[in-house]
T-cell receptor, first 112, second 111 residues
Framework: NAGVMQNPRHLVRRRGQEARLRCSPM?????VYWYRQLPEEGLKFMVY????????ESGMPKERFSAEFPKEGPSILRIQQVVRGDSAAYFC??????????FGPGTRLTVL | DAKTTQPNSMESNEEEPVHLPCNHS???????IHWYRQLPSQGPEYVIH???SNVNNRMASLAIAEDRKSSTLILHRATLRDAAVYYC????????????FGAGTQVVVTP
């Protein structure tokens, strides 16, 4: 059973561009979580999704950020009009239920 | 969610046990105690969790105080691969499963 997959592993964008981060959960996992780790800071929860539904987005910035987990395909975290402060490592985690979470290797976003 | 307090760092010699303390004096009756660790440049990794009783698995042991206001993660024989940041997290039944990470404890293992 393959682990959580995230791509790309590294993403470079210029200010004002869009960033799309993809997360494929482990097989059989219907719960997906996104976390962000800013440089020299801890991991912060962003959003929790189940198939086609956003359950908790209390950690998402109000503007420019959105997430989806469609019926088919990976979960997507989308950042519009990126700014330098968006540079961070973005981690996705999945779980089969509300228990332990399995994390992916992360996407490291650099905004120039 | 209730907060946890951990030491910033701990150092251990290889093949010796490591005891990582965590204080959670405001824990509620339905909060589970979870431990994750993050190796350098990797995503977090689940270690262990418990509610009231001590727990053991292949990675570590979790000792929970009788009043549940503190717990200790025990790595029985530290290896260089155990060098990581260890996070103690309380997860409530109504938290939708999200994890609230603190600063954690940086474990340094010396050969």
């Amino acid at each position: 059973n393959a682990g959580v997959m995230q791509n790309p592993r590294h993403l470079v964008r210029r200010r004002g561009q869009e960033a799309r981060l993809r997360c494929s959960p482990m097989k059989g996992h219907s719960h997906v979580y996104w976390y962000r780790q800013l440089p020299e800071e801890g991991l912060k929860f962003m959003v929790y999704l189940q198939k086609e539904n956003i359950i908790d987005e209390s950690g998402m910035p109000k503007e420019r950020f959105s997430a989806e987990f469609p019926k088919e395909g990976p979960s997507i975290l989308r950042i519009q009009q990126v700014v330098r402060g968006d540079s961070a490592a973005y981690f996705c985690a999945s779980s089969p239920a509300l228990n332990e979470q399995f994390f992916g290797p992360g996407t490291r976003l650099t905004v120039l | 969610d209730a907060k946890t307090t951990q030491p910033n760092s701990m150092e251990s010699n290889e093949e010796e046990p490591v005891h990582l303390p965590c204080n959670h004096s405001t824990i509620s009756g339905t909060d589970y105690i979870h431990w994750y660790r993050q190796l350098p440049s990797q995503g977090p990794e689940y270690v262990i969790h418990g509610l009231t009783s001590n727990v053991n698995n292949r990675m570590a042991s979790l000792a929970i105080a009788e009043d549940r206001k503190s717990s200790t993660l025990i790595l029985h024989r530290a290896t260089l691969r155990d060098a990581a940041v260890y996070y103690c997290i309380l997860r409530g039944a109504d938290s939708w499963g999200k994890l609230q990470f603190g600063a954690g404890t940086q474990v340094v293992v010396t050969p």
